[in-house]
Structures are given as structure tokens and as C-alpha cells.
């Protein structure tokens, strides 16, 4: 069973760039919620997406957007790069549209200079 | 809304000393409640997840316990180790999106030999 993905690793942009981060679901996993995770804090959730719809969404502003894909991979992209965007971005993946048990991705560190 | 707050922010324990750590949650309609451990700089590794209906979970030389009625979880870790050193959250689902979690802000845990 392979567990969730997320690529890249680390990622370094300035101030007004746009950047899409990836994330592959938990084989069997139709569901996928990301979060950002500022320096000593809980995880906020951003968005979920479910069978390609989304599925709620937390207080993030509309360049914050997201894809869901057949094979339930899904995409998270941030428009117009703010400094504040720096954070660990994580993706988490589960079973159906029930809050089910989560299961989270190694994450992506952006740093926005 | 949903707000979940963990006590103590930051503990350092002796190896082998048996601790506890505190999470409360102020809306007691919950459907689960899971914890996490995360390691510097890393993604969340899924420790227990306690159903509504059930009152504690154990796995290993870790037990959670859940009181809804009066907004509490409780993470007992037996033994501990230099290993167990980490960031531990509780979190639970609900609020305006029904798969978002609701974190706390995690108890920062070192275990020195």
C-alpha cells in the first residue's frame, strides 16, 4: 500500500510569483484536504476535495485554488505570492466524504523571499 | 465554532517517565477525535483515532482517552523514550467544512536520557 506523496520537497519563490505544489492520494484514498502550517503552529485547513469536487473550504483568499484528478492526485496552486505564504504545506488523504481517519503526506516547505 | 487547545505547550521529561498530555475541544459534537505526532520539519504520522462512541484506543505503549461530554482528550504515553521526542497535536472534524480538521497548537515533548 503505498502511502500519500507530495512533490516538491522544498520550493524558494518571490514575492508575486504563482506556484502549484502536487500531492498523491493513499491507494484507495478518493478524498484530499490540504493545510498550511506556519512556523510553531496547528495545521489550517485550506480546502478538501472529494471525487474531484471541492469539498469545503477554510479562510483562505481565492488565489489559494485547487484540482482534483480522476486518479484522485490533486494539485494545490497559490497565485501572487505573498511572504506570509512561507509555511509547510500538507496534503492528507481518506476514504469518502465522512470525516474518516486522515492520512498525511510528508509535506512541501515554501519559502517566499 | 470548533476551537482545540492543548496543554502544556511544551514538556521535558526524564527516559522512562510516564506522562500525559491534554487536549480540549469546546464543541462537544464531535464525530472522532485523532492524534498526531509530527517530527521537526516533517509531515503528521496518525497515532490513534477515537470514535465519538468509544471512550478510550490504544496502541502500544500510547492510550488516548475521550470524554465528550466535557470537551477532553487525554494522550497517555507509557515509558517514554528519547524516540517519542516531537510535536504531538489532537484534532478533530467538523465546523464549516465536515472533513476539515480543527487543530491544536501541539505539545512540544523531550524525553532526555
Known amino acids: 500500500e503505498t502511502g500519500v506523496t507530495q512533490s516538491p520537497t522544498h520550493l524558494i519563490k518571490t514575492r508575486g510569483q504563482q506556484v502549484t505544489l502536487r500531492c498523491s492520494s493513499q491507494s484507495g484514498h478518493n478524498t484530499v484536504s490540504w493545510y498550511q502550517q506556519a512556523l510553531g503552529q496547528g495545521p489550517q485547513f485550506i480546502f478538501q476535495?472529494?471525487?474531484?469536487?471541492?469539498?469545503g473550504r477554510g479562510n483562505f483568499p481565492p488565489r489559494f485554488s485547487g484540482l482534483q484528478f480522476p486518479n484522485y492526485s490533486s494539485e494545490l496552486n497559490v497565485n501572487a505570492l505573498e511572504l506570509d505564504d512561507s509555511a509547510l504545506y500538507l496534503c492528507a488523504s481518506s476514504l469518502g466524504n465522512l470525516p474518516n481517519e486522515q492520512f498525511f503526506g510528508p509535506g512541501t516547505r515554501l519559502t517566499v523571499l | 465554532k470548533q476551537e482545540v487547545t492543548q496543554i502544556p505547550a511544551a514538556l521535558s521529561v526524564p527516559e522512562g517517565e510516564n506522562l500525559v498530555l491534554n487536549c480540549s475541544f469546546t464543541d462537544s459534537a464531535i464525530y472522532n477525535l485523532q492524534w498526531f505526532r509530527q517530527d521537526p520539519g516533517k509531515g503528521l504520522t496518525s497515532l490513534l483515532l477515537i470514535q465519538s462512541s468509544q471512550r478510550e484506543q490504544t496502541s502500544g505503549r500510547l492510550n488516548a482517552s475521550l470524554d465528550k461530554s466535557s470537551g477532553r482528550s487525554t494522550l497517555y504515553i507509557a515509558a517514554s523514550q528519547p524516540g517519542d521526542s516531537a510535536t504531538y497535536l489532537c484534532a478533530v472534524p467538523g465546523g464549516t467544512s465536515y472533513g476539515k480538521l480543527t487543530f491544536g497548537q501541539g505539545t512540544i515533548l523531550t524525553v532526555h536520557p
Open positions: 476535495y472529494y471525487r474531484e469536487e471541492e469539498n
